[in-house]
């Protein structure tokens, strides 16, 4: 499978990555020298420094050959241009990163007239999430499957007893929730019953959202859990603006804090009915001004992660709720476990996962990257062909980094055990580490009999290639 990545950027690193992690092979095209040669030094990919809107460079790479074209350039029409290009010189699948609010009712039809098989927006979809998880009544950081029936939230165990230098098959008293992935100093682990969690590990639960909420509230102090009514938004740009008009649909009062004085006119033009302040939001002064204690949540959501971190911890001092940062590099990921925020959300991760569940098919109902992108919660709906229907888990033995967190059958969830035997129609939550996760998919998409797949790489020594 071949796939070309347009724009070597934070996004276009990610997805090449990804990509060379899942066998493809990548080629990546950016007009910035430095950008190609950081590249070319870090990951194994085909790089070009050229302008891919010079039809002749998509020409000369015969881009009929190609599977997937991923435009992720800074500029959408750029991207859109060479989406459409590409197409019409033969490949089979474009996929364009398009940022502009002015597009976003418009898509559909950009995408239909012009060939582009997927749109994606980073921003907007970034503000999707956060929105998400500001009107659920939990505080800790969560997310769902399964339409709900599954659900997720990470929690830091710091020194807790009940937790810290405990095998995880030891713990007790969590609610029938499943320990499915831990941050230890920004690494992450798929765990077994073994596995042995120390001080200040980060662990994600799976289970139901009424055990979920339970946990949330024995965990966090909070005896009593607050609706989301306010909320106060730190930056008017593209996310803090589609963050306005989500949580306006959601009937929640908007306070948009922002610098610069002719946005903050267009923001008055766009979303009327949210409260546009003009000043400095990293000045805690004007926050306190503000009353900022007496909103429900608080969003850093400008350009520069080192304020989105600095101010979202300002925030959360001050008493509020939720405090939640947005940021776009990687440079902090082995250090978030430890900031006193609520919630991350990286636009990267959240792009990525989006496009990759593109690049998947339709086999995956949802794909979410987490933990630093390192770990992928995938949702599927076991088919009569594949490998795994019929077979029951002790069976399966999965390789080392996936885990099945869930199982809903008849509508109903059921924590797995080693005796579970998926059915066709199932619909399973699974998380797996994202170096094995072509392993996850030879076996949750293939055809033939799992034994005889499992011997035959046994013969050969190379189990550890499935």
Avoid: W
Wanted: hydrophobic content about 40%; glycine content about 6%.
């Amino acid at each position: 499978m071949k796939a070309l990545v347009v724009g070597a950027g934070k996004l276009g690193y990610r997805l090449a990555a990804s990509l060379i992690g899942e066998n493809y092979e990548v080629t990546v095209v950016d007009n910035d020298e430095d950008v190609i040669e950081n590249i070319s030094n870090s990951l194994d990919v085909f790089s070009i420094c050229a302008n891919a809107l010079d039809f002749g460079v998509l020409e000369e790479l015969d881009i009929s050959l190609f599977d997937y074209v991923i435009a992720t350039t800074t500029n959408d029409e750029a991207n859109v241009i060479v989406c459409t290009i590409s197409k019409k010189l033969g490949a089979k699948y474009a996929i364009a990163r398009v940022r502009d609010p002015e597009y976003r009712k418009h898509l559909d039809f950009i995408s239909k007239e012009l060939e582009i098989d997927k749109i994606i927006n980073p921003d907007n979809a970034t503000a999707r999430y956060i929105v998400k998880y500001l009107m659920k009544r939990y505080q800790l950081y969560y997310d769902e499957f399964a339409d709900g029936k599954v659900s997720l939230v990470e929690f830091n165990i710091a020194k807790d007893p009940n937790f810290s230098g405990k095998r995880i098959m030891d713990i007790e008293k969590i609610n029938n929730l499943l320990i499915s992935a831990i941050s230890r100093n920004g690494d992450a682990i798929i765990p077994n019953g073994r596995t042995v969690l120390e001080e200040n590990d980060v662990i994600i639960l799976a289970g139901k959202s009424e055990n979920i909420e339970l946990f949330d509230k024995e965990h966090t102090g909070v005896k009593k859990t607050r609706s989301l009514r306010s909320t106060m938004i730190l930056g008017g740009g593209k996310t803090g603006l589609y963050l306005a008009i989500l949580l306006l649909k959601e009937n929640i009062n908007v306070t948009i804090v922002e610098i610069n004085r002719e946005r903050c006119l267009e923001l008055k033009e766009i979303v009327p009915d949210a409260e546009i302040i003009n000043g400095d939001g990293t000045d805690i002064g004007i926050l306190e001004e503000e009353m900022l204690h007496t909103y429900d949540a608080f969003v850093a959501a400008t350009g520069i992660d080192e304020a989105n971190l600095l101010m979202s911890l300002v925030a959360k001092q001050t008493g509020i709720y939720k405090s939640v940062a947005k940021i776009s590099r990687t440079n902090y990921d082995k250090i978030l476990d430890k900031l006193d925020i609520d919630a991350v959300f990286n636009t990267s991760y959240i792009t990525a996962a989006e496009m990759l569940k593109e690049i998947r098919g339709k086999s995956s109902l949802s794909l979410h990257l987490l933990l630093n992108g390192q770990v992928e919660c995938a949702e599927l709906i076991i088919k009569e062909k594949y490998l795994v229907c019929g077979k029951s888990l002790e069976e399966l033995n999965l390789p080392e980094g996936i885990l099945i967190i869930a199982v809903v059958r008849n509508n109903k969830m059921i924590v797995p055990n080693g005796k579970t035997v998926l059915q066709v129609g199932d619909r399973i939550v699974l998380f797996s580490k994202h170096e094995v996760a072509p392993k996850m998919q030879k076996f949750f998409s293939s055809e033939g009999k799992l034994n005889d797949v499992l011997k035959s790489f046994k013969n050969r020594g190379k189990l550890d290639e499935l």
